[in-house]
């Protein structure tokens, strides 16, 4: 049973382009959601997140809006660059015995051509 | 500050031949975690470890087992490798359970390629 679902497996844009990726979720206990950013053959990196109780964060050009009723997070990059082509990973958070347990959505790589 | 560091970062393995992936980190972080990746599949988590001292089996623990050395350090073992284990593992750490919604959440290590024959 998969918790968090990123349902388009890649997304290519143009530069200076809006680029949208889309993930959603099951579990209504989840209360931080993340999005990680991976290069090939590097460890995923922290990129922006949102907790349950905002419904938007922005960091630059990257901004992560969360709609808690309909278990839906999207990330927009704005405007994309050539350098954001990578994988894309969303990620649910919950606390459980005493730790944080992230649950990863299968990824979705993102192409950005110039 | 190099963070979360791995080795090996690569290593073949015949079936049956056992090997231990370490892992350190230098964040004074106290939880640890060690994930799988396979193609198509995200991240899964295989053992993780809130503190010094405690260890908790995650989604996909079977065929492994961890040691939580010290704070620093949290290792991953196969006794006896599997082609199914053919994965990429990182290893990750994160802030104490306060603070993440003000500095982020796990960080990661760069990944050990593990192929198994």
């Known amino acids: 049973d998969q918790q968090v679902k990123q349902n388009s497996p890649s997304l290519s844009v143009q530069e200076g382009r809006i680029s949208i990726l889309n993930c959603d979720y099951t579990?209504?206990?989840?209360?931080?959601f993340l999005w990680y950013k991976k290069y090939p053959a590097e460890g995923p990196t922290f990129l922006i997140s949102i907790s349950s109780i905002k419904d938007k964060n922005e960091d630059g050009r990257f901004t992560v809006f969360l709609n808690k009723s309909a278990k839906h997070l999207s990330l927009h990059i704005v405007p994309s660059q050539p350098g954001d082509s990578a994988v894309y990973f969303c990620a649910a958070s919950g606390i459980q015995g005493g730790s944080e347990k992230l649950v990863f959505g299968k990824g979705m790589k993102l192409t950005v051509n110039p | 500050n190099a963070g979360v560091t791995q080795t090996p970062k690569f290593q073949v393995l015949k079936t049956g031949q056992s090997m231990t992936l370490q892992c350190a980190q230098d964040m004074n972080h106290n939880s640890m975690y060690w994930y799988r990746q396979d193609p198509g599949m995200g991240l899964r988590l295989i053992y993780y470890?809130?503190?010094?001292?405690?260890?908790d089996k995650g989604e996909v623990p079977n065929g492994y087992n961890v040691s939580r050395l010290n704070k620093r350090e949290f290792s991953l073992r196969l006794e006896s490798a599997a082609p199914s284990q053919t994965s990429v593992y990182f290893c990750?750490?994160?802030?104490?359970?306060?603070?993440?919604?003000?500095?982020?959440?796990?960080?990661f290590g760069p990944g050990t390629r593990l192929l198994v024959l």
């Open positions: 470890s809130a503190s010094e001292g405690t260890t």
């Open positions: 579990n209504s206990m989840f209360d931080y």
């Open positions: 990750a750490s994160s802030h104490p359970l306060e603070d993440r919604w003000d500095l982020g959440t796990q960080y």
